[in-house]
Each structure stands twice: as C-alpha cells, then as structure tokens.
C-alpha cells in the first residue's frame, strides 16, 4: 500500500491497489416494463456507493434508456456515441454525487428512443459486452439497468453478467413475463 500526506490534515490516505479482477456485473431485469427496474438499480447502485464500493451503473435498455432521466443529469455523451465510434466507452462515463471516487457512482448512460441502439447487430452487442468487462476492471461493482423483456440483445447483455436479479410487481403478467426471461436467461 502507499500512503501520500494531506497537507491539509496531516493524516495518510491509503490509496487502493489497482483491481486484478473485474468488478461483478450485476444485470438488473424484468419481463415486463413498468414495474421499477430502473429504479431498483439506481439505489442499488447509490447504495453501494454508500458502502464505500467503486460503482458504475449502465443503462443497458438499448431502446428506451431513461436512467439520466430519472437521475435528472445531461450527460454530454452516451452509448450512442460510443457505437457511432465519436468516443471511447470510458469517455462516456458521467459521474453522478461525486463519481465512483467520491462517494457517488458512475453512470453510462444509454439514449432514449434511438433506433440504431435499439437494433444493434449481434457482434455490435458483443463489442459493447466485452467493453463493458474492460471497464469493469476499474470498479467494485457493474450494475446493468437491462430493458424489459426477452429480446435478443437484452439477452445477450444479461448472459455477460455474473448475476441477475429480476424486478417484479404482483400483477400476474408481471409474475408471468418475469419467469419467461428466467427461464429464457436459464435454457
């Protein structure tokens, strides 16, 4: 470990070795939309910021992303940009309360009714899933806000993740949709 000296506190600040492995990839899904997917990832993304954990959340809904949205940023670029190939991936990381060395998380954001996420060919969404496991490398956590349902490419980003928690409502749809995209994820 290295320790550099405040001048301000005179106190040493550890700084954390460099990750050797990359941060779980947490995809956060649901069968059907509406039922607050996007919320549940953003606070678990803000709640693992508030662990002290290095988090990036990304708005994998390739159609109709909304997490800037919600989280009431512009951010100046997105994963449109990306595709286009006008910037890299971590060029289009918006911090958000201070970014993931601050004490908030990170965001990449995805673009709201973009025909040209939303039908993205297969090596495309490859691309994008072995980019998102390079970056991983820089953080503690990767919580991935999917879009609803069982489309191919939402398929594809949730079989990158090491994890899935899939959100659902008590309505019967909800419930039904849910196992549909379980056993979709499974089979």
Known sequence: MSFTMRRSQDRPTVRPPPRVTPASIIAVASGKGGVGKTFMSITLASALAKAGRRVLLVDGDL?????????????????????????????????????????????????????????????????????????ALQYDHLVLDLGAGIEANCMRLARAADKSLVVITDDPASMTDAYAFIKVLRG
């Open 63 to 135: 159609g109709l992303a909304n997490v800037d949205v919600q989280l009431g940023i512009a951010p100046e670029t997105d994963l449109a940009a990306v595709v286009a190939g006008w910037v890299e991936l971590d060029d289009a990381v918006t911090p958000v309360d201070g970014g993931a060395g601050g004490g908030g998380f990170d965001v990449l954001p995805g673009r709201s009714g973009s025909g040209a996420l939303a039908e993205l060919p297969t090596e495309e969404v490859a691309r994008l899933a072995a980019g998102l496991s390079a970056l």
